[in-house]
């Protein structure tokens, strides 16, 4: 069965950090880009970072630019969002996605994770 599992979520104060991690299983996915999408309470779904194949691009939404960092491991089959200085604001279930390339629209991810819960307390 070909799946992402995130994990590393959880409740956090505000200034912390948080790492997630996705896990794929049923196939490689070492020529996929991934993606990190985020959705709060009562809010669509919104791009946080993407990664292409080689880990040598990323690109980040500019809410999180400069404390989130996305990295892969190949040989491992994850992906990774290191998270630090996180505010309140950063509260939501945190999707990792694989898809052809590295966009930010959600459309161009096929594969989806089931999400892991983040919640920052101020």
């Known amino acids: 069965q070909v799946q992402l599992v995130e994990s590393g979520g959880g409740l956090v104060q505000a200034g912390g950090s948080l790492r997630l991690s996705c896990a794929a299983s049923?196939?490689?996915?070492?020529?996929?880009?991934m993606g990190w999408f985020r959705q709060a309470p009562e809010k669509e779904r919104a791009f946080v970072a993407s990664i292409d194949w080689s880990g040598g691009s990323t690109d980040y939404a500019d809410s999180v630019k400069g404390r989130f960092t996305i990295s892969r491991d190949n040989a491992k089959n994850t992906v990774y969002l290191q998270m630090n200085s996180l505010k309140p604001e950063d509260t939501a279930v945190y999707y990792c996605a694989a898809g052809l390339n590295y966009r930010r629209s959600s459309y161009y991810y096929d594969l989806w994770g089931q999400g892991t819960q983040v919640t920052v307390s101020s």
């Open positions: 049923g196939r490689s996915f070492s020529r996929n880009g």
